[in-house]
């Protein structure tokens, strides 16, 4: 072994496989349809598992599958141990994890603790009386003396975060639809309820949970009202669609509590060896949460917020931001990083015009394999799918129903993959599909980019290896250089390993070179960057000799 192959080798603890991780997210309604209702399911995403392993991704992160209503696709849970007949069954469930792990994926679930549906049992018992099992298992309050909810808590969703119940008599919390109960998840027999539902799906065979809305899961019992948002300044100016948007969110979430659950899901989890928990956080003070979440080695292994999911722009100032926010400091988290997902608009889209798609999507992945932490990448990014613009007759998402047309929605992002071009339905149905394809998706379809060794699909595959094969990139340091915008430098670091990553994010071509040039030498490039040449959207990763 020379001394070139010691320093890129990447030696890592068994149980800490999950660090600096590829995970690819899997959208299951919109991934793959086995039997032809229009809709995908387990069957169709196990069959088509030998595609994904073939990115060379570490694990599959799959959004919820559970019996559900169907109000919110899925993040309404009405049984949190079961599969909804629209996906499968318990069998194929254990199938496609069956499958995954002889092709060396690990599973990734998500858990939804913040809320469930009022279709589930749980909620059922509670709202029948205030004096029951259950009855203290939700968030209920009663009326203000003239009939008004408890206090001014606003949905995400739109509206007040309370609905009134007759048979109970009372006011019941929802942070989301008026169909999603709040937990009260201060109380310990709902926390060992949920902790029961994830020790189900452990002793499935699952490898990790991706927490959902997790700083949601917790209220302040005071109920005390939440103050105004500050309007200086709010969204960059945007126009706010929402009453939600309109408070400081300090009472109806981020109890401090929260930690100490999350001690008990960690204590879980252990038992299990080498599990991994990721937390989803959103919110004004996203980052401050997620350290607190993930601090030490007794909480959670990692989290994300919507630092990308969010960004209108793609700008040196943001990476640097997010870099420096999560310092290579004893005690501070791992973070993980997401671009797009089923919840937000796709990224390219978002930060780059019609013409420089495909630009702007091969240097975000050259970037997003740059970044320290675990990524997620989302179904379709590796095609370099843009958002679809769903018109109003089709949409299905509640949220972009209730604020048409003031926001876009999360249907534009979960539109089925396009596997084959010629093909009825893009081979993901045999069906009418639940959503619309884009008009420029079959072109990007993946038996088109299978034949084409330059498409964007084989440079994601050669870029997950080429990351994989880095120790720096993998679990190194990450320290921004300070150049001027639109340039951005990230210098990554691992014993000899001494990496530069650079991008230009500008409509401009920029010439930079570090000191001493010659010492250095190109690994990787996008956008045709070369000897220290960056045209508009394009990057490259630099190794010293």
Not at 41 to 60: H, K, N, Q, S
Not at 89 to 97: G, M, S
Not at 350 to 374: K, T
């Amino acid at each position: 072994m020379n001394d070139s192959t010691i320093k890129n080798t990447v030696i890592k603890a068994p149980d800490e496989w999950w660090k600096g991780a590829a995970i690819y997210q899997i959208y299951p309604r919109s991934f793959a349809d086995s039997n032809g209702d229009g809709v995908g399911d387990l069957p169709g995403i196990t069959d088509r598992l030998e595609y994904v392993a073939a990115l060379g991704v570490d694990a599959i992160w799959l959004s919820p599958f559970f019996t559900s209503p169907m109000k919110d696709f899925g993040y309404d849970v009405a049984d949190y141990c079961n599969v909804d007949p629209l996906f499968g069954t318990l069998n194929d469930f254990d199938a496609l994890i069956k499958r995954a792990h002889i092709l060396g994926l690990r599973v990734t679930i998500d858990q939804v603790y913040s809320h469930t549906s009022d279709q589930h049992i749980w909620f059922m018992e509670s709202r029948a009386s205030q004096k029951n099992d259950k009855s203290d298992w939700y968030v209920w309050a009663n009326a203000k003396a003239d009939g008004c909810p408890p206090n001014n808590w606003q949905s995400v969703f739109g509206g007040p975060a309370w609905t009134w119940d007759a048979r109970r008599q009372q006011y019941y919390m929802h942070n989301f639809l008026g169909s999603q109960p709040q937990l009260n998840v201060h109380n310990r027999d709902v926390q060992d309820a949920l902790l029961g539902s994830a020790r189900f799906w452990l002793e499935r065979g699952v490898d990790g949970f991706r927490l959902d809305a997790l700083n949601f899961s917790m209220h302040h019992p005071s109920l005390l009202d939440n103050p105004p948002a500050d309007t200086i300044g709010h969204n960059s100016g945007a126009l706010r669609s929402r009453p939600f948007d309109f408070q400081k969110h300090i009472y109806n979430q981020s109890h401090p509590d929260i930690p100490l659950f999350l001690e008990r899901i960690r204590s879980l989890t252990l038992e299990y060896g080498c599990c991994f928990t990721v937390a989803e956080v959103g919110g004004a003070d996203a980052t401050a949460e997620m350290q607190n979440f993930t601090m030490g080695t007794n909480r959670l292994n990692s989290a994300y917020g919507f630092d990308y999911l969010h960004a209108h722009k793609l700008t040196a100032s943001l990476v640097r931001k997010t870099i420096e926010d999560w310092p290579n400091a004893v005690g501070t988290g791992w973070p993980s990083w997401a671009f797009s997902n089923h919840d937000a608009p796709r990224a390219i889209s978002r930060w780059a015009s019609p013409e420089n798609l495909d630009a702007c999507a091969r240097l975000c992945m050259l970037l997003l394999i740059s970044l320290r932490g675990n990524i997620f990448i989302y179904q379709g990014e590796e095609l370099g799918l843009s958002q679809v613009d769903i018109g109003f007759n089709d949409l299905r998402d509640p949220e972009a129903i209730a604020n048409w047309p003031l926001t876009h929605g999360r249907d534009g992002a979960r539109t089925p993959m396009p596997w084959k071009k010629n093909c009825s339905g893009h081979a993901f149905t045999d069906g009418k599909p639940w959503l619309p394809f884009g008009s420029d998706h079959a072109a990007l379809a993946v038996d088109q980019q299978e034949l084409d060794a330059v498409s964007m699909l084989n440079l994601t595959r050669q870029l997950i290896a080429f990351r994989k094969k880095h120790i720096a990139l993998v679990c190194g340091s990450a320290t921004v250089i300070n150049t001027p915008e639109p340039l951005l430098v990230i210098e990554r670091k691992h014993g000899q390993q001494h990496l530069l990553c650079i991008f230009n994010f500008g409509d401009t071509e920029i010439t930079w070179q570090p000191e001493n040039p010659d010492a250095w030498h190109i690994l990787k490039s996008v956008g045709n960057a070369s000897h220290w040449m960056l045209p508009t959207f394009s990057g490259m990763i630099v190794e010293r000799l």
